[in-house]
């Protein structure tokens, strides 16, 4: 069974400020990880995942996360916040080799300060 | 445009009524979930269909039930055996199941009891 930890139920950066939001997983087989973002009553939205290949992934919205297997984390990252960036924000993993088995984290409300 | 469609968007149920949650894909996927999410939790699976005709149980499966008898339909009703149906219930489907495959969510509806 595969599990995710998101670090942080709410994070709050400065317009501007590097965004940092943190995951980390565990699963017993090279997982696929995801993340979404959920703006308020909307549904999720697919930023990035990461499936094999380089561990630097980029996303849609200057977003980027890397696979870390050796910490078992897939962090998220911005250089710069913008006021739109507020949401909630959803780390998941599936693994290989598994049907239907998306499990998400619990979720980081990320709060943009002007 | 492709993609998914939940009605209504605000649901009210009644003690001892079932409803029933309407999710339309012109995406052409195989692979279709539903989804519970509440406050401070991250998504939890309901039930899932791999194919049409076909469909399993997720973790969260009592009290509620579906049906997939079309590849582009996949509706949930909540029964009156769910005691605490009052969340908002998303919609996703997939190419095919693999654990790869990105999940694309419609954009929810929120139930609340009367």
């Known amino acids: 069974a595969q599990s995710v930890t998101q670090l942080g139920s709410h994070v709050s950066v400065s317009e501007g400020a590097l965004v940092l939001l943190r995951c980390n997983y565990s699963s017993s087989v090279p997982p696929y990880l995801f993340w979404y973002v959920q703006y308020p009553n909307q549904g999720l939205q697919l930023l990035l995942k990461?499936?094999?290949?380089?561990?630097l992934v980029k996303g849609i919205n200057g977003f980027e996360a890397e696979f870390k297997k050796s910490e078992t984390s897939f962090h998220l990252t911005k250089p710069s916040a913008h006021m739109s960036d507020a949401a909630e924000y959803f780390c998941?993993?599936?693994?290989?080799?598994?049907?239907?088995?998306?499990?998400f984290g619990s979720g980081t409300q990320l709060t943009v300060l002007p | 445009d492709g993609g998914i469609t939940q009605s209504p968007k605000y649901l009210f149920r009644k003690e001892g009524q079932n409803v029933t949650l309407s999710c339309e894909q012109n995406?052409?996927?195989?692979?279709m979930y539903w989804y519970r999410q509440d406050p401070g939790q991250g998504l939890r699976l309901i039930y899932y269909s791999q194919i049409v005709n076909d469909f399993q149980k997720g973790d969260i499966a009592e009290g509620y039930s579906v049906s997939r008898e079309k590849k582009e339909s996949f509706p949930l009703t909540v029964t009156s055996a769910q005691k605490n149906p009052t969340a908002f219930y998303l919609c996703a489907s997939s190419i095919d199941m693999r654990g790869a495959e990105t999940q694309y969510f419609g954009p929810g509806t929120r139930l609340l009891v009367l």
């Open positions: 998941a993993v599936s693994l290989s080799g598994s049907a239907r088995q998306l499990t």
């Open positions: 995406l052409n996927h195989d692979a």
């Open positions: 990461y499936t094999t290949g380089a561990t």
